[in-house]
């Protein structure tokens, strides 16, 4: 017995390590193949509830991108600069966060000179108009005093102009001498009449001129919203009695457009030669979550924007990177606010392909594979894959609108397995 034990000793010490890991290595490969028995069993006893499922490929929009980065922003925004040269400010209507209307007042400067003049300009004018008046009812009844001398002399003396006139007054009575001097009067006042009036009209047309231009100035005292918005960046050092310095520009308001946001980013050169206004986009931001807008390029710069490289060593020297700037609108802006971040996928082509679910793709090393229905039996055919869109894969080879193609294959289908096709 004590001899058995010592052979049994000697052969366990005379094993090497390499024959253990051997041993302990077919060990781990029966136990693997007896589990993957026992699945293949199960599987099989299931294979009635799980029959293999097949469908034609479908044709499927594919699209070719470009992922770029930009911001949201308001359409636009109205600035509004004190101006020194209208003096001081006078009163401010309205509050930061306001919403305004095109053609709201906003602010005004003081005026005080200005109305004192135009108050002169319209007096000046008012008197005027008052002498034009009064000149051409004088005008009026001059000519009327006129006709009714010229009607009680005698016919062809009345012409003061007539040289008979004067060398046959000793022809003619004492009345028609006394009538074309009363003539001759009457039209010399008569045209000094008309003349002043002239110049009363003029006068007139002066301060009506001068009373809009001063009322001009003045209306341009009041300052007004071109745009629909809301007041941001209120400056609040600026109030009442506010005197700007002459050339000193400084803001006083802005006006956020209430206009549909707009996108805006820059592009590298290779993403400009891809980029063109009117390609479609699709927006995402990782502020919002599963949230897709639609829309398109509205604008791509030709003129470049030049940016410093990020240059570690100081002794290399690179050349300035150009970037182009590019705008883009949004079919809806819900859900997003100006100052967010967002990807832009801008399309660049759309195709429609033929495709399969994701799931009918087997890939075996480098090589992608579907199983084909022909003739109750399963072919492994091999395919060439393009883009993913979803659970749907494209197919740009291997594949005919007619074959059969498996639906989520299980890991036991094989070549030439003969299907239950009732």
């Known amino acids: 017995m004590e001899t058995a034990k010592r052979i049994g000793t000697e052969n366990e010490q005379a094993r090497t390590p390499s024959q253990k890991k051997l041993i302990l290595l077919g060990i781990l ?21 799980k029959k293999l499922v097949f469908m034609n490929p479908i044709e499927k ?5 470009e992922t770029v980065s930009a911001r949201v922003v308001q ?10 040269s209208k003096g001081s400010i006078q009163e401010i209507f309205v509050n930061e966060g306001e919403t305004v209307s095109k053609g709201q007042q906003l ?8 109305k004192a003049e135009l108050g002169q300009a319209e007096i000046n004018k008012q008197l005027a108009e008052t002498s034009a008046k009064q000149l051409q009812e004088q005008i009026t009844s001059l000519e009327q005093d006129l006709l009714e001398a010229e009607s009680t002399t005698t016919p062809g003396k009345s012409d003061p102009t007539n040289t008979s006139l004067t060398t046959n007054l000793t022809d003619v009575g004492d009345s028609d001498i006394i009538a074309d001097k009363s003539i001759l009067s009457l039209n010399t006042e008569l045209n000094t009449a008309k003349a002043e009036s002239r110049a009363a009209e003029l006068k007139v047309e002066k301060y009506t001129l001068e009373a809009e231009k001063l009322q001009a100035e003045l209306d341009s005292l009041i300052v007004s919203s071109n745009t629909a918005g809301v007041i ?15 050339n000193q520009q400084l803001a006083i ?97 759309s195709k429609q392909l033929q495709a399969v679910p994701e799931t009918s793709i087997i890939t075996i090393g480098k090589s992608s594979y579907v199983f084909v229905q022909k003739k ?44 239950n096709l009732n």
């Open 232 to 246: 941001v960046n209120l400056n609040r050092d600026v109030g009442q009695g506010f005197q700007a310095r002459e």
């Open 107 to 114: 602010f005004s400067y003081e005026g005080s000179a200005l």
């Open 29 to 49: 490969v029966l136990i693997l193949i007896f589990v993957m028995l026992s699945l293949a069993i199960i599987e099989l006893n299931n294979r009635d509830l």
């Open 253 to 349: 308001m802005e006006i956020a457009s209430n206009d549909p946001f707009k996108i805006e980013g820059k592009l590298t050169e290779a993403e400009k030669a891809k980029i063109t206004p009117g390609q479609p986009i699709t927006v995402t931001s990782n502020v919002v979550a599963n949230k897709i807008w639609n829309g398109k390029i509205t604008e791509v710069s030709d003129y470049p924007t030049y940016k410093a490289p990020v240059n570690k060593d100081k002794d290399s020297q690179q050349e300035p990177i150009p970037y182009y700037s590019f705008k883009a609108s949004l079919d809806s802006q819900k859900g997003l606010y100006p100052g967010y971040s967002t990807s832009l996928d801008v399309v660049l082509q």
């Open 61 to 65: 929009t594919f699209l070719k991108t």
């Open 75 to 84: 359409s636009h925004t109205e600035t509004f600069y004190v101006n020194a």
């Open 376 to 419: 109750g039996i399963l072919h492994k055919q091999k395919v060439e894959t393009g883009q993913k869109r979803g659970h749907w894969v494209a197919i740009l080879k291997g594949l005919k609108g007619e074959d059969k193609v498996g639906v989520n294959p299980s890991w036991i289908v094989h070549l030439g397995t003969l299907m």
